[in-house]
């Protein structure tokens, strides 16, 4: 018999400020210098994925495409490579949403997986375009470290909304 990390527990609905927070939290530690070194996960990215999948009505494109622009200015990188990833990640990611939430958190990092890789290999493509050398190898290791990231990033991330396993005679739910 295989073990299910699935919860059964309701969800509380998660509040904008939370939302909100962890995205700026993110984009703090993309800020940070140890973000260009190889095998770091894009944390904008990662996070970004998350709220997409869970809560594709309130975080889409137009957050991702602010983030990214954040990104594009923080990094002095090309105007719009950032913000070009995240968008076509936040749709297929919302677009998939669905169907990634039918499957346990190890299978939903293998689902996620191609997406945070899209990121970053549309990022080097626009940096090779505009005549950058390839970073190496190590720069793809990203996505992988984020999606073995994306179980302990699910725990934290849905923390604030788990409801007390307790029971009170005096709630009606």
């Not at 699935?6 to 530690?29: M, N």
């Not at 594709?56 to 990094?75: E, H, Q, T, Y």
């Not at 939903?108 to 970073?135: C, K, N, S």
């Amino acid at each position: 018999m295989q073990p299910t990390f699935t919860s059964s527990r309701i969800l509380l609905p998660v509040r904008p400020w939370f939302i909100g927070l962890t995205l700026v939290l993110a984009l703090l530690l993309n800020f940070m210098p140890t973000a260009h070194w190889p095998a770091m996960p894009d944390w904008v990215a990662l996070v970004l994925c998350f709220w997409s999948v869970r809560e594709f009505r309130k975080v889409g494109m137009g957050w991702s495409f602010i983030l990214g622009l954040a990104m594009d200015v923080a990094d002095g990188s090309l105007m719009g490579q950032h913000a070009l990833a995240y968008v076509l990640m936040s749709y297929g990611a919302s677009s998939l949403s669905r169907r990634i939430l039918w499957f346990p958190l190890v299978q939903q990092a293998l689902q996620v997986f191609p997406l945070l890789l899209m990121v970053q290999v549309i990022q080097l493509g626009a940096r090779m375009l505009t005549g950058a050398a390839f970073p190496g190898f190590g720069y793809l290791l990203g996505p992988f470290v984020a999606a073995l990231l994306w179980l302990p990033a699910t725990y934290l991330l849905l923390l604030p909304q788990y409801q007390p396993v307790e029971r009170d005679a005096n709630r009606p739910i």
